[in-house]
């Protein structure tokens, strides 16, 4: 499968300070990438070097198989980049914004662009300045999906926006999505989780992982274990195994290396005979904050 | 070429307020600049007083207009709508750049054609130099473009432009403060050198900042230029390039013979005032002799050197300007400066003064004899003039280029009107002007015609200051007019016997 963006080492530093630090991730053609982490994680520094808006201060970045330093002019042909942070031409009408904006794509799709007006309820007679930030950003949407890009990046794309509004991006976005690569990056784990088919999490400017979400979601489970008589926590427990809890005859812990024969062999082997063994599945939210608990790579 | 049209089709709609209010300004100015010309004309009323801030305020609002347009797709920061979209910059830049040739240069070269039919010169016959005008504008306009390229939008770039205009000054003070310092011809060689220094720098930077938006770069290029191009003029050996640009020359090499005229100092008048400077302005007088009849000499500077029994030692250092001496002048002044405490200090002693003079040696050529007009009257090679018959000065105006002139003219005390006989006349003084033509030749500006004077002045102390002020230029006397050249550069030393300050200062 192609890769439309690959990183190597990269890294961003401002002053003493790393914002990145030795990135290597890759997202494959057709992905929907949530690229999430806490606020000042450093997801907008990595973007703003994807797209070229920064320099990295070491390491390398790809995008569409080019160099991200090389991402200019016509190659934004192919890409849609949406931030939060964005400053649009305020003084522009909606409708001559769009008009604007098309000049600059031979492949926009005039059909393409009504529908995405239409679905997403834009005031083509009203200036940018006066739309509401949810607006805004459906406006900054419809302009960069409207030519048909290969990949889409989006930046905090959600952030203060309300259920409504937010429902109709995604919704706008999905029905797109099989001809694109998304790029999407998010500090709340729940608005993304719905959707993504790979996640990457950063924290403290370091990728924590960087993988499918069904494999993901496949390797986690919460587990519960109920002994037969309370005992000591023996000190040699598998790798593995985060947040570990006891209570009388209760143990809780979060397999981050799920595989049920392997990790009822492990239970066997640390705590002998069982009463009962509980697996269940997690939500993304609860296995990044296992891994933002353990605060280690896996 | 698709997207530059795209991008100025979007700028047009977008800044259309800024190009009228540019356009109107600039029809005001047409209207305006001919009053200019014509002394006498004048002004009718208050708001026509108003309109000789046009020109200011056109050139405000065409920088306002440049500010504009650049920031629309601001080169400054990450969060540009226009970054991320398929915006080629060598697309953007000549989108601007065409911009301003339509709504700065055509409308501009149309008042300009305007204007010279207005001043009934020729235009084809100016064509080539009135685009001249145009490239030294965009020298001007490079400066705003530098400043748009490198702000965030029209506060910063006000804050940036006050500071850059603060420390300009602040700059031209310090250098000001170096002996030295403003005595040519090494200042204009230097001058044009750092003019061309920062015109590639700005370019470079305009193209640095399309290219790859390294903004804190640019700026600091700006800066180090700046500094260089200030500590170049700070560290110049000034003393020694004038030693070798103004040699000393045996007497018989001079163009003039200089000594100090022992003449008793006018009485000083009653109620003279202070003078209101930390600067003691002193007036040496200078016996002349031995010009040949068709040269003239420019004090360019003048050095003073003190050296008391007491042991109080001073030096002005090069002090620029000085007196124009003519063939038929026997007496001349010059002046230079001096602290007031030392002034106060040395004011009663007798002491003998060392002064050396930068003399620039000037011949007349192509010269012509014109009969002075009444009213407007046409010299060849220099323009249209304007005599009014009471003034000691005849305004004219030329087309593009001004040009420079070395004039002299029989000058009349009391009117015209009466008949030569009845006048008394200046007798065999003439009056004369020099006026030496701007480098380089064509010069940024708005207007293509130029309006100048030339400022007659008799011999000193051939006339009494009474009569100085009744001088006035007649209709019909001839006037010798030539086009000044400088034939050499040369240092005269001499020392004037014991004198006492006090009695040489400059009353104000």
């Not at chain 1, 522009?92 to 007006?117: C, H, I, N």
């Not at chain 2, 930068?358 to 220099?382: H, K, R, S, Y």
């Amino acid at each position: 499968m192609t890769e439309v963006i690959k990183t190597a080492r990269l890294t961003k530093r401002y002053g003493r300070i790393e914002a990145v630090r030795d990135l290597n991730f890759t997202v494959p053609e057709g992905a929907i990438y949530a690229f999430v982490g806490p606020n000042g994680a450093g997801k907008t520094t990595t973007i703003k070097i994807l797209m070229n808006i920064f320099q990295a201060s070491g390491g390398t970045a790809e995008v569409l198989g080019m160099r991200s330093t090389k991402v200019a002019g016509k190659v934004f042909q192919a890409i849609g980049y949406v931030s939060e942070n964005q400053q649009m031409p305020e003084w522009m009408m909606t409708g001559a914004l769009l008009q604007y904006v098309r000049g600059f794509y031979p492949k926009w799709d005039a059909q393409l662009e009504s529908e995405l007006v239409k679905q997403l309820n834009l005031p083509l007679e009203r200036k940018v300045r006066q739309l509401s930030r949810g607006m805004k950003m459906k406006l900054a949407l419809a302009s960069s999906m409207a030519y048909h890009p290969r990949l889409i990046v989006l930046d905090e794309p959600f952030g203060g926006l309300d259920p409504l509004v937010r429902d109709e991006l995604i919704e706008a976005l999905l029905e797109r999505a099989t001809e694109a690569t998304i790029f999407i990056s998010s500090h709340d784990l729940a608005e993304i989780e719905s959707f993504a088919s790979h996640v990457g999490y950063m924290s403290q400017g370091r990728l924590q992982f960087s993988e499918e979400m069904g494999s993901l979601a496949a390797r986690f489970r919460e587990v519960e274990v109920t002994l037969e008589a309370p005992r000591s926590m023996p000190a040699e427990m598998p790798n593995s195994w985060l947040q570990i809890e006891s209570a009388g005859v209760v143990v809780r812990f979060v397999e981050s290396e799920f595989d049920e024969r392997r990790t009822r062999e492990h239970i066997r082997r640390v705590f002998g005979e069982t009463r009962e063994v509980d697996f269940r599945s997690m939500t993304l939210r609860k296995i990044f904050l296992a891994m933002a608990r353990k605060g280690a790579e896996v | 070429m698709n997207q530059i049209l795209h991008i100025l089709r979007k700028d047009m709609r977008r800044h259309w307020p800024e190009i009228v209010a540019s356009a109107l300004l600039l029809a005001a100015f047409v209207w305006r600049e001919p009053r200019e010309w014509r002394v006498g004309e004048g002004f009718p009323n208050a708001s026509e007083f108003l309109l000789q801030y046009v020109g200011p305020l056109l050139v405000i609002s065409w920088a306002l207009l440049i500010l504009r347009v650049i920031h629309d797709e601001s080169l400054v920061g990450d969060g540009q709508f226009w970054v991320t979209r398929p915006y080629e910059w060598k697309k953007l830049l000549p989108a601007k750049v065409l911009f301003l040739v339509i709504f700065v240069n055509v409308p501009l070269f149309i008042a300009q054609v305007i204007l010279l039919k207005e001043a009934d010169f020729g235009i084809l016959s100016n064509l080539l130099n009135v685009t001249r005008i145009h490239l030294a504008d965009w020298s001007f306009l490079t400066i705003a473009i530098v400043l748009a390229a490198i702000t965030r939008g029209l506060g910063q770039a006000g804050l940036v432009g006050i500071g850059a205009t603060v420390a300009a000054i602040g700059a031209s003070v310090l250098i000001s403060q170096i002996p030295g310092s403003s005595i040519g011809p090494v200042i204009p060689v230097w001058g044009a050198m750092a003019g061309w220094l920062y015109l590639a720098v700005g370019l470079f930077v305009i193209l640095w900042q399309y290219a790859r938006r390294k903004t804190w770069q640019s700026r600091l290029l700006l800066l180090a230029t700046a500094g260089l191009a200030l500590l170049v003029q700070v560290l110049t050996p000034y003393n020694k390039l004038i030693g070798e640009e103004y040699p000393l020359k045996d007497e018989s090499q001079q163009p003039v013979r200089v000594g100090f005229a022992v003449t008793q100092r006018p009485p000083r008048k009653e109620g003279t005032r202070d003078w209101p400077l930390p600067e003691w302005p002193i007036r040496v007088p200078l016996r002349l002799s031995g010009m040949a009849s068709d040269r003239a000499v420019s004090v360019k500077g003048i050095r003073v050197a003190i050296d008391t029994p007491s042991g109080i030692r001073w030096n002005s250092g090069w002090q620029a300007g000085g007196p124009e001496l003519w063939p038929d002048e026997n007496l001349s002044y010059v002046n230079f400066q001096m602290k007031r405490e030392l002034y106060d200090k040395l004011k009663t002693i007798p002491l003998k003064l060392r002064m050396t003079l930068a003399l620039a040696e000037v011949m007349g050529t192509n010269a012509q004899e014109i009969l002075i007009g009444d009213g407007e009257f046409a010299i060849p090679n220099v323009g249209t003039c304007w005599n009014r018959s009471s003034v000691p000065w005849i305004q004219c105006r030329a087309a593009v280029r001004r040009p420079g002139a070395m004039a002299s003219v029989a000058g009349t005390t009391g009117s015209c009107s009466r008949a030569p006989s009845e006048g008394s006349s200046v007798g065999a003084t003439t009056l004369h002007a020099l006026l030496w033509a701007p480098e380089p030749d064509v010069n940024a500006g708005i207007s293509p015609v130029q309006a100048f004077a030339l400022n007659f002045s008799p011999s000193s102390g051939l006339v009494s200051p009474e009569d100085q002020r009744k001088i006035v230029i007649c209709p019909g006397v001839p006037m010798r007019l030539a086009k000044p050249k400088i034939v050499g550069y040369s240092r005269i030393e001499f020392e004037t016997p014991e004198i006492r300050l006090e009695e040489y200062r400059v009353d104000f």
